[in-house]
T-cell receptor, first 115, second 114 residues
Framework: NAGVTQTPKFQVLKTGQSMTLQCAQDMNHNSMYWYRQDPGMGLRLIYYSASEGTTDKGEVPNGYNVSRLNKREFSLRLESAAPSQTSVYFC??????????????FGEGSWLTVV | AQSVTQLGSHVSVSEGALVLLRCNYSSSVPPYLFWYVQYPNQGLQLLLKYTTGATLVKGINGFEAEFKKSETSFHLTKPSAHMSDAAEYFCAVSEVAGTYKYIFGTGTRLKVLA
C-alpha cells in the first residue's frame, strides 16, 4: 500500500536553481495538495488541485508553480529557489465527498535546503 | 473563518502518566476534526477523526478524543503514556460540506520522560 509517494526525499539547491518535486497517489483520490512545514508555523498550503485539470493557490503560493499531470500525479516546481524556500514539503491527497470523511493522507515529506 | 488552536507547543509527561493534548477550533459549520501524529523525519499519520455520530472517537495506539460542541474542543487523550508516543501531534479541522480547506494547528511536541 504505497499511498502518497513523493520524491526526492532530500535535496540541496543553490539560490536561483530550479527543481520539481514529484508526487503520486494510488488511492484514486480526486484532490491533491502541496504543503510546507516550518518550525512553529504548522502546515501551510501552497497549492491544491480539487480535481484533475484544476489548480488553485493556497496560503503561500509565491515562488511556486504546480501541475496536475493526471489524476494520480501533482508536481510542485520552484522556478528560482530562494533561501526562504528552505522547508519540508508534503504532498497530500483526499477524496472529498466520499465516505472517507474528508480524510487527508500525507506523503513522507521532502526536505529541501536552499543555500 | 475556521481556525485551530493547540494549547502548549511542548508537553512533557512521565511514562505511564495521562496524556492530554488540547485542541480548540472555530468553524461556522459543523466540522470534521482530525488528529495526526508526526514522528521525526516522517509524514503525518492519521490518529483518529470525528465526522458524525459518537462524540468519543477511538484511534490507533490507544489514543482517543472527544468532540465537545459546546466547548468547541477536540482534546486528545491517552490513559498511559509510552516512550514510543514521543512525537509531534497536529489537530486539524475541515468543513463538512466538501471543501478543500484543512486548517492545521501549529502542533504540540510530546516528550515522554522515563
Amino acid at each position: 500500500n504505497a499511498g502518497v509517494t513523493q520524491t526526492p526525499k532530500f535535496q540541496v539547491l543553490k539560490t536561483g536553481q530550479s527543481m520539481t518535486l514529484q508526487c503520486a497517489q494510488d488511492m484514486n483520490h480526486n484532490s491533491m495538495y502541496w504543503y510546507r512545514q516550518d518550525p512553529g508555523m504548522g502546515l501551510r498550503l501552497i497549492y491544491y488541485s480539487a480535481s484533475e485539470g484544476t489548480t488553485d493557490k493556497g496560503e503561500v503560493p509565491n515562488g511556486y508553480n504546480v501541475s496536475r499531470l493526471n489524476k494520480r500525479e501533482f508536481s510542485l516546481r520552484l522556478e528560482s529557489a530562494a533561501p526562504s524556500q528552505t522547508s519540508v514539503y508534503f504532498c497530500a491527497s483526499s477524496a472529498i465527498g466520499t465516505g472517507d470523511g474528508n480524510t487527508i493522507y500525507f506523503g513522507e515529506g521532502s526536505w529541501l535546503t536552499v543555500v | 473563518a475556521q481556525s485551530v488552536t493547540q494549547l502548549g507547543s511542548h508537553v512533557s509527561v512521565s511514562e505511564g502518566a495521562l496524556v492530554l493534548l488540547r485542541c480548540n477550533y472555530s468553524s461556522s459549520v459543523p466540522p470534521y476534526l482530525f488528529w495526526y501524529v508526526q514522528y521525526p523525519n516522517q509524514g503525518l499519520q492519521l490518529l483518529l477523526k470525528y465526522t458524525t455520530g459518537a462524540t468519543l472517537v477511538k484511534g490507533i495506539n490507544g489514543f482517543e478524543a472527544e468532540f465537545k460542541k459546546s466547548e468547541t474542543s477536540f482534546h486528545l487523550t491517552k490513559p498511559s503514556a509510552h516512550m514510543s508516543d514521543a512525537a509531534e501531534y497536529f489537530c486539524a479541522v475541515s468543513e463538512v460540506a466538501g471543501t478543500y480547506k484543512y486548517i492545521f494547528g501549529t502542533g504540540t511536541r510530546l516528550k515522554v520522560l522515563a
